[in-house]
């Protein structure tokens, strides 16, 4: 029984490593989210009289559009590590949100900031398209 339970459970090496790993993952991200927002804030220097719903004509080809894409797929990889992180800290880490079972650690590694194993996502995957 004991072994079980070491196998489903991470390692403390492991667990900090991801949580390191998760901690970078979200600066990096957070650091993209501060660029994509330095780009707003330029062209409404550039266009000082420019209002919220004046940038979008100034800035070419809907690129406010796809920055706005941007900054919201951004903001879902933060939120996804602070959820894994939480998960960390409660020790829900590494357990599959779907069906509980335990995810690979070869699968955190790849992606720390997963909260569903590979079957699972794949389902979520073929049910959204
Ligand atoms: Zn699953």
Redesign the pocket.
Known sequence: MEEKAARVKLGEIERKNLRRRLLRERRKFEKQLEQTDERSIEVLKANPVATSSHIADCIDNGEEEVMEKRRGTLQKCIDKCNQALRRIAEGTYGI?C??G?PIPIGRLEAVPQTT??V??KNEKNSSIR
Do not use: I, Y
């Open positions: 599959c779907e069906c079972d569903l194993c079957p699972c």
